[in-house]
């Protein structure tokens, strides 16, 4: 084993060589990148929009303004075809999916099903797999009466089509900002998510995404005035509008239009040449050019109605004919307004209203003061656990060193290749990865000092720890990369850049803690022929100790038991501290422009804006200051009403440095997916163990898994710390972490098993744990270490997240010595569960006690 061909040598450092080159542009600032020659990588990681501000929005399609659409489109058919085949109608008329006409004449019955036969004939659905959809039914009610029904079917087709259309116009939209490297993707059937990193005013980007910009030209009604029609009933195919001045005036507008934004071939904001103020001048197509010239030749002298979104921007007279194609729109424009219009108007209209469900915004000083936190606390846990390995094993420990600095620049490496983003939850999983790398090192280490022990020669010793020191490392890391797979799946945003980095950096962990490490002790071993392992402090304190934990197993069980009981009442009463993530609202963190900030006087003002629970604390040092809104009743769109009046109120005194904004649709479903993932997570490695080890093992681990999972809830309750979607993250860290430390303890547990079969099962636990004491005390040491670096020096944007694993590893240490090892007992486990084993079966009690002593 301690022998490398030349061949696999030149493997692995060419692959550390190739993390070193892949990795290195991120260290590079993009000057220098483009002055070297182009055969250099120039590829970053990207990062998140913590780390570098920006916008991440999610839209949602309405799908009530697409059944409102379809519903009216379907009447004005059904209107067209009895008009054109002369068959008379009455009563027609529609209300949600269902519409109704009555035909006079029963005689022409039969001519009116054939007539309307258009509209329930099945459409094409198009894309790969073909097949059609019946988008209405039609059902002969009698006496005449014609009744048509919208399908579910058709309706999810019109809004799946209205997504594929609302990407290109959004696109469009956010393109013409001149952003760099947006992120516009679909995410299930009805939603789309827009990430803009750097982007300064993400107010501006909401204004351009909120808008549907249905442009059209309609005549204005002149038969009666607008307020007789408001007082009164306005004419049949006439609909009063109002306009965006200040206050409204209403304008009686006729339906049809004359010409749509869809003939608009460009829109240019400039200025008025007579009164110098913004406009948006527009060209239309030959098609729309004819119309427009026709419609304004047959009315001169008559006033027009330019309208957006069922808004007037103006109604100017025509005054002559307008022949050329093209023409100018006049409002109370500033230049940002009609440049954005113009904007709008070039990308196109939206097929469908689309909604803000969810907004997460981060300036880009808050990004730049994340990233110091994080690296400063990565590099204070980095040097802790750098130092901690040195004291504990001397010259072995700076070979672990090297393998973990290695294993960073791997994951570097990795995380660029595959373009991933990363994020301050993400840099969290590299500080955890660092911890967890080291456990692999300390095991192996662990069980060479066993083998020397035991009288073997030390390249014996050295051959033998690393062989059988592998199977407990893969184990203990399938189990925590089950949960950071899941962790992917089924989480969003910071939490699944999290389970990315996790998921890689366990990966590499198997590279270098075991194939990296064991190389570099070959050498050592080759070039110096040492005859005993180097000095350091190894904690030989635990070597001779023989401490009976299940002695206790009663007592400890007892007062966990309580504990979880009281985690499970104190969440039925007290209940969590959700944050918006599981119940809506909004949050805002603000820095004072000048001075310290005054919380009394943002309460104050705050509390006149009807928003219901405003919490107003301060948050870091004197000038900043969170706020948390509760979820409005109102849905959606009044978040957004809510966030617009925050920060009309505080913008001229404070600059928003954070905004985070959850729709009530969006918080149901975290919170039904974070369920779903921790018993997703359960259940996978309960498999996962089950087929390992024995079923025995299988519950225990859950039993203990289950354990850390309401303690960790517990703590939630009882300390009233936030529990949002990072906390998420946390918990299944902590199952994966848990799992670790358990699965190391029942890898010990089955091996003397199958060695000492007439040991009493106490004492046979007792032993396995004493003889990984000192793993257990230098991992969960070196990762409380990384965790707690991070609570400190990583900010308050993480803290609960953090403080949340530095609980877990505190709890998953105690639930693998005294939940998950006393199960084993509890259930009867014995050898005979095992495969049969002959090694040692007359090895008896004393000896083992010896072993110990």
Do not use: C
């Amino acid at each position: 084993m301690l022998y490398f061909a030349r061949w696999k040598t030149v493997l692995i450092w060419l692959t550390v060589a190739a993390g070193f080159f892949i990795a290195l542009p991120n260290a590079l600032n993009n000057d220098f990148l483009s002055r070297l020659p182009d055969w250099v990588p120039k590829s970053k990681i990207t990062l998140g929009l913590d780390l570098q501000g920006g916008s991440h929005i999610m839209l949602q399609v309405d799908r009530a303004d697409i059944v409102k659409e379809r519903l009216q489109t379907t009447i004005d058919d059904i209107r067209n075809d009895l008009r054109t085949a002369n068959i008379g109608y009455t009563g027609l008329s529609g209300t949600g999916q269902n519409i109704q006409v009555r035909i006079r004449d029963l005689s022409q019955l039969d001519a009116a099903k054939e007539a309307l036969s258009d509209i329930t004939a099945p459409v094409s659905a198009g894309g790969l797999t073909g097949g059609s959809i019946t988008e209405a039914t039609m059902e002969d009610a009698g006496q005449g009466l014609l009744r048509f029904q919208l399908s579910d079917q058709g309706i999810d087709y019109r809004v799946s089509s209205a997504v594929t259309q609302s990407i290109e116009v959004v696109r469009r939209r956010v393109d013409e900002l001149g952003t760099t490297e947006p992120i516009i993707q679909r995410q299930g059937n009805d939603r789309i998510i827009v990430q803009v990193p750097g982007l300064s005013d993400p107010e501006r980007l909401k204004g351009l995404l909120n808008q549907t910009a249905k442009l059209s030209f309609h005549m204005v009604d002149d038969t009666m005035s607008a307020q007789d029609a408001i007082n009164g009933r306005p004419p049949a195919g006439s609909e009063v509008l109002y306009s965006t001045d200040d206050p409204p005036i209403p304008y009686l507008v006729e339906r049809r239009a004359l010409v749509s934004g869809e003939n608009l071939v460009d829109a240019q904001a400039s200025f008025n040449s007579q009164t110098n103020e913004p406009v948006v001048t527009f060209r239309f197509d030959s098609k729309g050019s004819t119309r427009f010239a026709q419609a304004t030749s047959e009315n001169v002298g008559r006033p027009f109605a330019i309208v957006l979104d069922d808004q007037v921007l103006s109604a100017p007279v025509i005054r002559e004919p307008i022949l050329g194609g093209s023409g100018q729109i006049s409002g109370s424009f500033t230049v940002e307004s009609a440049n954005d219009l113009a904007v709008l108007l070039r990308a196109g209209a939206l097929p469908a209203t689309l909604t803000i469900v969810e907004e997460r915004t981060v300036g880009p000083g808050l990004g730049a003061d994340s990233i110091r936190a994080g690296v400063s606390a990565g590099i204070i846990g980095a040097i802790l656990v750098v130092v901690m390995m040195f004291v504990a094993y001397g010259f072995l420990g700076i070979i672990a060193n090297i393998a973990v600095l290695l294993n960073v620049v791997l994951i570097l490496a990795a995380l660029t290749i595959l373009g991933s983003t990363l994020t301050l939850p993400g840099i969290a999983g590299i500080v955890l990865t660092i911890g967890m790398a080291v456990d692999a090192n300390v095991l192996i280490y662990e069980r060479i000092r066993e083998e020397f022990k035991s009288g073997r020669p030390l390249i014996q010793a050295i051959d033998s720890g690393f062989s059988r020191a592998f199977a407990t490392i893969l184990d203990a890391n399938v189990t925590t990369l089950i949960a950071a797979v899941i962790l992917f799946f089924l989480g969003s945003g910071p939490v699944r850049g999290f389970a990315v980095t996790l998921s890689v950096g366990i990966i590499t962990t198997l590279f270098t803690a075991y194939t990296l490490t064991r190389w570099m002790v070959a050498m050592w071993v080759h070039k110096r022929r040492p005859k005993a392992l180097p000095k350091g402090i190894r904690t030989g304190i635990f070597d001779a100790s023989n401490i009976r934990f299940m002695k206790f197993r009663s007592m400890t069980f007892i007062v966990s038991a309580l504990l979880s009981i009281a985690s499970v009442v104190g969440f039925g009463t007290l209940g969590m501290n959700l944050g918006i993530d599981f119940k809506g609202g909004s949050i805002f963190e603000v820095k004072a422009i000048d001075g310290a900030a005054d919380l009394q006087d943002i309460r104050a003002r705050l509390s006149e804006l009807n928003l219901g629970d405003v919490q107003v604390q301060g948050f870091g040092g004197p000038d900043e200051v969170l706020i948390r809104v509760q979820a409005q009743g109102g849905g959606d769109n009044a978040e957004q009403s809510a966030v617009n009046l925050v920060r009309g109120e505080l913008e001229d005194q404070y600059d928003f440095r954070r905004v985070e904004v959850v729709g009530p649709s969006v918080s149901s479903e975290l919170a039904i997916a974070g369920t779903i993932g921790i018993a997703t997570a359960l259940l996978a490695i309960l498999v996962y163990i089950w087929l390992r080890f024995e079923w025995q093992f299988a519950v225990g681990a859950i039993i203990a898994t289950v354990h850390d999972v309401l303690l960790t809830i517990g703590m939630f309750v009882f300390t009233g710390t936030e529990f949002n979607l990072s906390s998420i993250a946390a918990v299944l860290t902590i199952v994966g972490y848990s799992l670790n430390d358990t699965v190391v303890v029942y890898d010990r547990v089955r091996e003397n098993l199958r060695k000492f079969k007439k040991m009493p099962l106490p004492l046979l636990i007792d032993t396995s744990i004493n003889q990984m004491m000192s793993r257990t005390v230098l991992t969960s040491g070196t990762t409380a270490i990384a965790i707690a670096a991070l609570v400190i020096f990583g900010g308050e944007v993480i803290r609960s997240f953090t403080v949340a694993m530095l609980f877990g590893v505190a709890v998953g240490t105690f639930s693998s010595v005294y939940i998950a090892a006393p199960v084993l007992i509890l259930f009867k486990l014995r050898p005979e569960n095992l495969d049969k084993n002959e090694e040692g079966e007359n090895t008896d009690v004393a000896q083992v006690q010896g072993s110990n002593g």
